[in-house]
């Protein structure tokens, strides 16, 4: 008998799934561009992926503010806020990416169909966690998980958050001045000219720590 319980624990090992290695991500977590050469974040990062990569020693702590999403234990879902660029660009790294540039964000925004919103070709106020400071987005004037309003999907199936929650950050700088894409929960006005896929967006210094703007990533197509 003790050997066949030897026996039964090592099957049970065998077709246990294998850890994934630090700096991956779950299987579905990357979409891929079917017209482009580029893969990108299905949600914005979130905050157990940069407190792994804090762990890891590949980010720094103090590059996204505790105050914020990454200071609370029971917001590991949702998305890393108040982070500044250079975590962003280290974040991604880890992650096996890199920051997203304009031109790979608005095609993964516009999808194959050139839309207009992630969703199609009309703003709809409640489609996704997206406001004014006046009149912040259906999940209050605060982030909610990442990728939890399934309607608020687009341009590519699977890919969530295109459109509010928080605004992203993208690798197109001039000097310490950095953009940031896709609207937050509380944002500028007219809120449809930066929740959509079009060319406004909004920018900051670098070292902007910001409960509005978090960060998805892209990463090379692999072979």
């Known amino acids: 008998m ?30 891929t561009h079917p017209d482009q050469p580029f893969d990108i974040l299905a949600t914005e990062a979130t905050v157990k992926e940069f ?22 234990d029971a917001r590991s879902a949702f998305p890393i806020n108040c982070i500044d660029h250079d975590g962003a660009e ?34 709809q ?11 912040p987005g259906p999940g209050g004037r605060t982030t909610i998980k ?5 309607e608020c999907v687009g341009g590519l199936p699977g890919l969530f958050d295109m459109s509010g929650n928080v605004s992203e950050w993208v690798a197109d700088c001039k000097g310490d001045y950095c953009k940031f894409r896709g609207a937050a929960y509380v944002g500028n006005e007219p809120v449809e000219h930066f929740a959509g896929c079009g060319e406004v967006c909004s920018g900051n210094d670098k070292g902007l720590r910001s409960g509005t703007v978090g960060v998805r990533c892209c990463r090379d197509r692999k072979p």
Not at 8 to 31: K, N, Q
Not at 93 to 108: H, P
Request: with cysteine; charged share 20%.
């Open 146 to 150: 990442a990728g939890s309003i399934p």
């Open 125 to 135: 106020p409640s489609r996704c966690h997206v406001g004014s400071y006046d009149n």
């Open 2 to 31: 003790p050997i066949l319980r030897a026996l039964v624990a090592s099957l049970l090992l065998l077709a246990a799934p294998l850890p994934a290695p630090a700096g991956t991500t779950a299987t579905g977590r990357w979409i």
């Open 90 to 123: 280290a974040l991604c790294g880890y992650l096996g990416g890199r920051l997203c540039s304009s031109k790979e964000w608005l095609a993964a925004c516009r999808g194959t169909e050139q839309r207009a919103f992630p969703y199609g070709p009309e703003y």
């Open 51 to 72: 407190k792994d990569c804090v762990a890891a020693k590949k980010c720094v702590q103090t590059s996204a503010d505790d105050a914020c999403n990454a200071g609370d």
